[in-house]
């Protein structure tokens, strides 16, 4: 069944319903990918999509994206609704000589002082003439990400944002995506397999297997039944960790002043 649309005029509501799945499946050569999916992501919120390989996340976010089409059920999307879309990678040629502002810039519709201030809020203006096959992993994300952002989207789409990351990438990366959410009032649904430090960094999580697991706070779904019996072994002996501080790292790990994190505590809630 096609996508349909919400017409709601209610476009400054708080928590509104951006995009809806309903009793969704997914079959493809009588192979069941996805079956009974039902969610909602609103405004203002940071949902988290985990789940083990296989578990049908990738055709769940196509679905979503109106990429591909669901089997049946339906997906209900607000009427004009922007997505923003960040993959997990892009592979840029290394004989191609293309700068970061080129890459951002590659429909023509922006121009140059746009382009540095969408990466000046991802903290990375400095890359603005870097040619892009010279950036650092942890330094494309935050491109693909200011990229997606001249979109301005209402609703924001990351695969794997944190892929290949060190934890301090990590946490930098995630604090960026709060301030983003913050800042916009924007929808952000995060696709992940970490399941230690992205838990810390989400408002629910949606614990996917086929069908949806449970979903709720991290803190509930971290001791929900379903999810111990997919990641019990794998999360044995690690802790929920939550880092706010009064400073940022930059990429290369240096600390840099702050001025969205007010305080410093490094809490781990051992279970």
């Known amino acids: 069944m096609p996508a349909q649309q919400n017409n709601s005029s209610n476009t400054g509501a708080e928590n509104k319903v951006l995009l809806a799945a309903d009793n969704v499946a997914y079959v493809i050569r009588d192979k069941t990918i996805l079956t009974d999916i039902s969610l909602q992501l609103h405004s203002k919120e940071i949902i988290t999509l985990i789940g083990p390989n296989g578990a049908g996340k990738t055709s769940l976010i196509k679905i979503l994206l109106g990429l591909s089409h669901q089997t049946s059920g339906e997906v209900v999307r607000d009427h004009d609704l922007r997505i923003g879309y960040v993959p997990q990678r892009v592979d840029i040629p290394k004989v ?26 991802v903290s990375c203006a400095y890359l603005l003439y870097s040619p892009m096959q010279e950036l650092s992993g942890g330094e494309m994300q935050r491109v693909l990400l200011a990229r997606a952002l001249l979109k301005k989207p209402q609703l924001l789409v990351l695969d794997e944002p944190a892929s290949g990351m060190d934890i301090i990438g990590q946490q930098g990366l995630y604090d960026t995506i709060r301030h983003i959410r913050d800042k916009h009032d924007c929808g952000i649904l995060m696709v992940s397999h970490d399941l230690h430090l992205v838990m810390a960094a989400t408002d629910r999580v949606i614990c996917l297997n086929s ?12 001791e929900h039944p379903e999810y111990l019996k997919l990641f019990g072994d794998a999360v044995e002996g690690l802790a929920l960790y939550s880092h706010h501080h009064d ?25």
């Open 96 to 121: 191609m000589p293309i700068r970061v502002c080129d890459f951002l810039n590659v429909t023509g519709q922006h121009d140059i002082e746009h382009c540095e201030q969408m990466l000046e809020e």
């Open 211 to 222: 069908h949806i697991c449970c979903t709720g706070h991290p803190d509930d779904v971290s």
């Open 247 to 271: 400073h940022e790292h930059d990429l290369s790990g240096n600390i840099v002043e702050s001025e969205h994190c007010h305080s410093c505590e490094h809490h781990q809630d051992n279970r």
